[in-house]
């Protein structure tokens, strides 16, 4: 169950809630059909020109429904001013959504039958395909007579166009001021822009703790010898995790702690779970630990962490408490040995955090105070401003600042997303409209704190809002790999395609904005490269609230045990079981992705049914997943139109040559369990479309025919010796593993584009000369692990800051 915190604001932010629901309540899902009409005019047009063979009476049908289409997208933009009629505009847009979903259907069935037909034919095969002209005419009368039918439902549409009144006009205006527009170089202000701000956005939230910081560091090093809980707990947006993380990584308490975990419970946990993380953080994830943790039982689990700890000095954050029940789980494997064993429990309940430990402390966060807050703003405001000056901006500017900072109230996660904003937000005009629109919807003295955040995501511009609510898709407090976040993005078709840009660049350009308006958190990262990021879980509760209005996607919900009929992307969080036993037989499903921990195996039966039933998919994530005998099974290759096959954490050590027939992938992630390598069949290589190759695979695979790779990542040493590397023109980050002395770096040398390089030697392995590397002139993120002389790394290109 959602939970969605609120809190009381005097004044201020009530004028958010009309503003919010009249200028969004119908344009994102004016705009999310906008971009399904989009791509159905784009599937009909390479329909026709790729069927240059078809009957004139289809072809012109077909022709028909392609311009009609393209004609109702004129007036999408006006149906956003229709707000008396707001039921009746609903139901004209759902109409338009279907017809256009419908026709990609069609048009993807009938392409799915020729991608089977045509994986890896031979000469009996192509015989049969002779055979077979008369039932491809049967299939272009049946395309003929769905299509038939689908210009019967246009023109009805096209009818109560008039009679709703929608006309249209001509407007080139964006919603906010980061619109994407095909001619609009704002990808170049963007990444100055991902250059300037900072993501210590910690240290941003941190005005205000230094006090309590103090106070709660010296509580946890007091020379007591019983086992403390520290708990620190206050509403949503206070900074509790914040401050718990500023803790844990004081050099103090790294000094006297020397066994420390972090774990994150959030309202859904599993005991198991939980308790292998902490066990995880302690051992390690080695081979045998990950074996020997996958077959303990719960009670096992907790007597091994006890034995592991009751030795130790230990410092163990439990990150997001909601139900007192979570802490009784734990607490009997945290032993109380008299040795100055420390943990923090943060949370927002105060029953939760008096409770925990009769004798521990516990802290409540407060608000922060008027001088405080302004400090915050400016710092976000401003980030390269360290000292919060006033001298920001012009003195009007400054009061209309201080009118807004001061209705929030203290609330940190609130100013500093209003900071946000407002850095993208120019001049006093700019600012003005801000505030007026706060105030002259104010109705009374209450509001909720995430319409103060729905101001933020409002002024996105609509490809930004789709990949802002596509983090709802993810768990609560789920640390995201923001390669695969941007992967699923462009499998997604969230990415809009600029001339002179690259998808990818723009997907990266995307998450730093996002990140610059607070809205994402930056988790981890290597030099200026996001490795991971989150979400703060009031946000997450934003973007699934908003998702489920505009049907981007669906959290399954095994309570009610079905799906809504009209969102097109599935999450299944836990009950995967009962999920697969629905039937969505009639369902035209374009993404699924598979979060539950708990459920393990797939039968290869319920695989194929499954491949069958969903054979529209765009996106497939199995992480976790595992099959009978280590093997994906032959029917993957049904699904022709797939665009993004995640395997991570699987058991699947091979892949079926009917992979070869995925030639829309764009991106394959196979990372085994335990690190173990994955055997990749040669119909890989005729993947011609893939972008991304994430896998460890110990079969040479000819990856120089994959001429559209940008990522190449875990392969080994072994793997690339062969690799004519001057046919992957645009390789941009490269991994490779158990690199030898012996071994040459030429063959990476000749990687004109590469950006980013990982370089990993074998067990006591000393790098070979690192003078081909200065060859790679636009490399500046480069990571090694292994021996190095040190006079190589003078050889280093120079555009490389060591």
């Known amino acids: 169950m959602t939970f969605i915190a609120s809190w009381k604001f005097p004044s201020l932010l009530q004028g958010l809630i009309l503003y919010i629901n009249e200028r969004e309540k119908t344009s994102v899902k004016i705009k999310m059909v906008d971009a399904v009409v989009s791509y159905a005019v784009q599937k009909l047009g390479d329909f026709l020109i790729e069927e240059v ?62 991608g089977i037909n045509d994986g890896n034919a031979g000469f009996v095969d192509r015989l049969k395909a002779c055979a077979c002209i008369c039932q491809n005419e049967a299939k272009f009368h049946n395309i003929g007579t769905n299509i038939q039918s689908l210009k019967q439902r246009i023109m009805d549409i096209s009818r109560k166009r008039d009679t709703y009144g929608i006309t249209h006009i001509s407007n080139n205006a964006g919603e906010g001021p980061s619109n994407y527009r095909t001619n609009d170089p704002s990808s170049t202000l963007i990444r100055s822009l991902r250059r300037a701000a900072s993501y210590a956005d910690e ?55 020397h066994t420390r975990a972090w774990i994150c419970v959030s309202q859904q946990y599993s005991t198991p779970d939980l308790l292998q993380s902490i066990i995880k953080s302690i051992q390690g994830c080695d081979e045998e630990t990950l074996k020997l943790l996958k077959e303990m039982t719960e009670r096992d689990l907790e007597t091994h962490l006890r034995d592991q700890l009751k030795e130790r000095k230990y410092l163990v954050v439990v990150d997001d408490v909601w139900h007192r029940e979570a802490w009784e789980s734990l607490k009997r494997a945290l032993p109380d040995n ?23 402390f516990s802290h409540k966060l407060r608000f922060l105070n008027k001088e405080e807050s302004w400090d915050l703003f400016c710092k976000k405001l401003c980030p390269e401003n360290k000292m919060g000056s006033t001298y920001l901006f012009s003195p009007l500017m400054e009061n209309l600042a201080k009118d807004m900072v001061e209705k929030c109230r203290g609330l940190p996660l609130a100013i500093v997303v209003l900071g946000g904003l407002l850095s993208h937000r120019k001049g006093v005009d700019e600012w003005q409209k801000v505030k007026t629109h706060i105030w002259q919807h104010m109705k009374n003295d209450s509001i909720e704190i995430n319409h103060i955040l729905s101001l933020s995501y409002n002024d996105l511009s609509f490809e930004l809002k789709q990949c802002f609510l596509y983090f709802g898709i993810f768990r609560e407090d789920e640390v995201i790999d923001t390669e695969k976040l941007m992967y699923l993005w462009l499998a997604e078709g969230f990415i809009p395609r600029i001339r002179e840009e690259h998808m990818e660049d723009i997907a990266e350009n995307f998450l730093h904005e996002l990140i610059s308006r607070s809205l994402i958190q930056v988790e981890e990262t290597f030099f200026d490269k996001i490795l991971t990021c989150r979400i703060h879980d009031l946000l997450r509760d934003l973007a699934v609230q908003k998702a489920t209005k505009v049907n981007l996607f669906d959290i399954y919900d095994p309570r009610v045990n079905l799906v809504t009929p009209f969102r097109h992307r599935h999450a299944i969080h836990t009950q995967t079981q009962r999920y697969l036993s629905l039937d969505l037989s009639k369902l035209k499903v374009r993404s699924i992705l598979f979060f539950d921990k708990e459920f393990k195996n797939l039968e290869d039966k319920k695989f194929m049914t499954f491949c069958t039933t969903f054979q529209h998919l765009y996106v497939l994530d199995l992480e976790n997943i595992h099959f009978a005998g280590n093997e994906l099974p032959d029917a993957i290759g049904n699904l ?112 004109k584009s590469l950006t980013t390089l990982w370089l990993s030697c074998q067990y006591h392995q000393k790098f070979p000369a690192l003078k081909p590397l200065s ?16 006079a190589d790394l003078n050889k280093l290109p120079k555009s490389i800051t060591l």
């Open 53 to 114: 063979s078809l009957r004139q009476s289809l072809r012109e049908n077909v022709l028909w429904l392609r311009n009609e289409l393209s004609f109702m997208q004129a007036f999408l933009k006006d149906a956003e001013k229709k707000q008396a009629e707001d039921h009746l505009v609903q139901q004209w847009i759902f109409e338009i959504t279907s017809v256009a979903n419908e026709a990609v259907a069609i048009l993807e069935t009938y392409s799915l039958d020729e």
């Open 203 to 257: 240290d941003q939230l941190f005005v205000g703790f230094q006090e309590v910081f103090q106070r709660l560091l010296n509580e946890l090093l007091k020379k007591e010898s019983r086992r403390n809980v520290l708990s620190i707990y206050g509403m949503g947006g206070l900074g509790k995790t914040t401050l718990a993380r500023n803790l844990y990584n004081s050099p103090s308490l790294l000094t006297s702690f």
């Open 338 to 360: 008299n040795n100055g064993s420390r943990v923090i429990l943060t949370t927002r309940k105060e029953d939760v955090a008096e409770r925990v430990d009769d004798k521990g």
């Open 640 to 751: 022709v139109h797939l665009k993004f096959l995640g395997l991570s954490n699987s058991n699947i050590f091979k892949l079926p040559p009917s992979i070869g027939k995925l030639k829309s992938l764009q991106t394959l992630e196979a990372l085994s369990l335990d690190n173990c390598s994955c055997e990749l069949p040669p119909q890989v290589a005729q993947l011609t479309n893939l972008r991304n190759l994430v896998a460890r695979y110990h079969v040479p695979l000819q990856v120089d025919k994959l001429t559209n790779l940008r990522t190449l990542k875990y392969i080994r040493c072994d793997q690339w010796k062969d690799t004519d590397a001057a046919g992957l023109v645009n390789l941009q980050e490269l991994g490779m593993d158990q690199i030898r002395t012996s071994y040459s770096l030429k063959s990476i040398g000749i990687l």
């Open 775 to 790: 060859s790679c002139e636009n490399l500046h993120r480069l990571w090694l692990s292994g021996g190095i002389e040190l």
